[in-house]
């Protein structure tokens, strides 16, 4: 109603003051790659969620054991077989009355460890193979990526028994093992993504202003393979949990009296009708840690490449 | 498309070689001999070696090894009073491991392509994050979690299942819905993925336009479509069914190759172990040829590059 009755006066006809060079402005402020990620991530409470509860996991394995009076190799046989209680074992205490918090704790750590060792081994590996023989392109590339072929033809799970069968089995040789069969995928994804990149006209403008190999490698490679190499570590960090848990449940991994969690989960397995604590509690660990892994792994893809989501 | 074939297949020979000349050299390095008796004599040992061979340069001990295998001859076990090593592998313990896991792959392909085409037609509704929540769950929580669990909870605890052994197809069903948990989870995973991409497709948008129903659309043309690059699948699902197949046996106590092999591996059975990663080696080999000439058939482009990127 108020709209009719007004008036319509020559003032509020007047020019903004816009020039012709104010509309290229750009009023936002610059948030750049990593901002725009974060905005994305922040927005996603199922990954923020994930990530909270990885750093929880992560601090109690580190500090799990020192928050109870008892050690994870104090044995007891008066106390065998405790079932958990608020008061005296939390996570109550195995055959040899250990201490099943500190036990599980101890155990994630091992895991933790093994995984976090294998992925930088696997992404170490992997990141320099695939530059190097996308860099160079040609004849280098050719054979490199002949050899990758017929690693990757060669199956993980019988590789990794393999080797397991030779060397001692031990935090180390479960670790090397693991990147050993890993970082084939790796070096793929960063091949493609170099070779990508290398086709891109800012790569070529570097180039021709007369960029030299050190200052294209750091100043463009790496920052743009970055993000696929942060969204590849989420899910290897997983896998490889998975593997060593896997290997220590077949017998070829961690061996009394030392602890991952795939180890008191076959301990676990073994007394379940009876005490079925001894398998629940590093079960629940087991699954917290990688399915965790995995939603935060979905999320940073999400938000770091968002052409992927679907 | 046949020189395609014979040049995928002579590449899974290679690796199948490859396999087994690594496998080989590492029984080299392995600790010990056969003739660890402290009773033997220096001749007597000298004198067994020679019967079997052990006493032979490295290489014609290398050619044997090859030829014996190419026979099918894979040795004797130890711990099993000298069988041959081709009996235990490939005797009814196979039949068993195939039944379990033929039956798991059927299953949770089904499964989890029903769950996989609800979640797509119902994008971001509450059926797609429940079928959502049940693929992360499948594929995150390991088989070995998984069976003890199971066996603890519907066998022990409500006595639906028997706790293990396998005698009758009732026993079958625990390990199997293992198994295809497993599978239907990455099934269900591609199948939303591949399913939403081809929603997208011009085809299908003139398939609504010509007004045909939403139940033709999604069979005839949306299923159909999304089911092609189900292949890639192939591999990752042999290597879920394998491990799988390891774990669940050695749970349930099923005498299948897979308990077979961990059992192997406590006795440091090293013959039957080789043996068994072998045949572990032929069945992966066999899948990624499967893979690679499906990949061939639906795609020319494939056949003609040669290789798969």
């Known amino acids: 109603m108020e709209t009719r009755d007004r008036q319509l006066t020559p003032e509020l006809f007047q020019p903004a003051g816009l020039g012709s060079q104010d509309a290229e402005k750009i009023a936002g402020p610059s948030i750049g790659f990593w901002g725009d990620a974060w905005r994305r991530l922040r927005k996603n409470r199922v990954a923020l969620v994930s990530a909270a509860l990885i750093l929880v996991l992560i601090a109690l394995a580190v500090l799990g054991p020192y928050l109870t009076p008892y ?19 939390w996570f109550g205490t195995d055959n040899f009355g250990r201490s099943m918090f500190d036990r599980v704790w101890e155990g994630t750590r091992v895991s933790l460890y093994i995984a976090f060792l294998a992925t930088a081994l696997d992404l170490g590996i992997g990141m320099f193979y695939g530059a190097i023989s996308a860099y160079n392109g040609g004849r280098i590339d050719n054979i490199m990526q002949r050899v990758v072929e017929v690693l990757v033809g060669i199956p993980n799970l019988v590789l990794i028994i393999l080797l397991m069968l030779i060397f001692d089995p031990g935090i180390l040789s479960i670790t090397i093992a693991i990147a050993f069969t890993g970082w084939t995928s790796t070096a793929r994804l960063i091949r493609g993504q170099v070779l990508r990149l290398k086709e891109q006209e800012f790569f070529l403008a570097s180039r021709a202003l007369g960029a030299g190999s050190p200052r294209l490698i750091l100043k463009h490679l790496i920052p743009n393979v970055l993000y696929i190499v942060i969204i590849t570590l989420m899910f290897t960090v997983p896998s490889a949990i998975f593997f060593e848990a896997f290997l220590s449940f077949i017998g070829l991994g961690i061996q009394v009296p030392d602890a991952s969690l795939g180890a008191l989960i076959n301990e676990g397995a073994r007394e379940m009708r009876f005490y079925p604590h001894l398998l629940v509690f590093p ?16 999320g940073l893809r999400d938000a770091l490449d968002p052409r992927m989501r679907k | 498309m046949l020189r395609y074939t014979l040049k995928r297949l002579v590449n899974a020979f290679v690796i199948l070689f490859i396999i087994a ?4 050299l590492l029984m080299q390095f392995l600790p010990g001999s056969p003739f660890n008796d402290d009773k033997l004599t220096d001749e007597a040992k000298a004198q067994l070696e020679a019967k079997y061979g052990l006493d032979d340069p490295l290489l014609v001990q290398y050619a044997r090894y090859m030829g014996n295998l190419a026979r099918g001859d894979l040795g004797n076990s130890y711990a099993y009073n000298g069988t041959p090593v081709v009996d235990i592998v490939l005797g009814k313990r196979l039949a068993v491991s195939a039944f379990l896991g033929a039956q798991a792959l059927i299953v949770g392909t089904l499964i989890g392509i029903l769950l996989g085409a609800i979640a797509a037609m119902r994008h971001n509704s509450f059926w797609d994050r429940f079928s959502a929540t049940l693929s992360v769950l499948g594929v995150s929580v390991p088989s070995f979690v998984l069976a003890p669990l199971l066996q603890y909870w519907l066998a022990f605890k409500a006595g639906i299942f028997p706790i293990a052994l396998f005698e009758s197809w009732w026993h079958s069903v625990l390990p199997s819905a293992v198994l295809a948990i497993a599978v239907g989870a990455v099934v269900a995973t591609y199948t939303r993925a ?67 092999f961990v059992r192997s591996i406590f006795v440091n059975d090293y013959s039957v172990i080789m043996g068994t990663t072998l045949l572990f080696a032929v069945f992966f080999v066999a899948s990624y040829l499967i893979q690679d000439i499906l990949y061939g058939i639906i795609d020319p482009r494939i056949r003609l590059a040669g290789t798969r990127e």
């Open chain 1, 283 to 298: 079960a629940i660990v087991l699954c917290l840690l990688t399915i965790s892994f995995r939603l935060l792994g979905d």
């Open chain 1, 71 to 89: 050690t994870s190799d104090g044995q007891d046989l008066s106390r065998q077989f405790r079932g958990p209680s608020l008061s005296g074992f």
């Open chain 2, 21 to 24: 000349s690594v496998s080989w």
């Open chain 2, 194 to 260: 591949e399913m939403l991409e081809v929603f997208g497709q011009d085809y299908v948008t003139l398939a609504k336009a010509k007004g045909l129903s939403r139940v033709a659309v999604v069979t005839r043309h949306v299923l159909r479509n999304s089911m092609i690059p189900l292949v890639t699948i192939l591999v990752p699902l042999a290597a879920a069914l394998l491990t799988g197949t390891l774990v669940v046996e050695t749970v349930f106590s099923i005498p299948g190759i897979g308990e077979q």
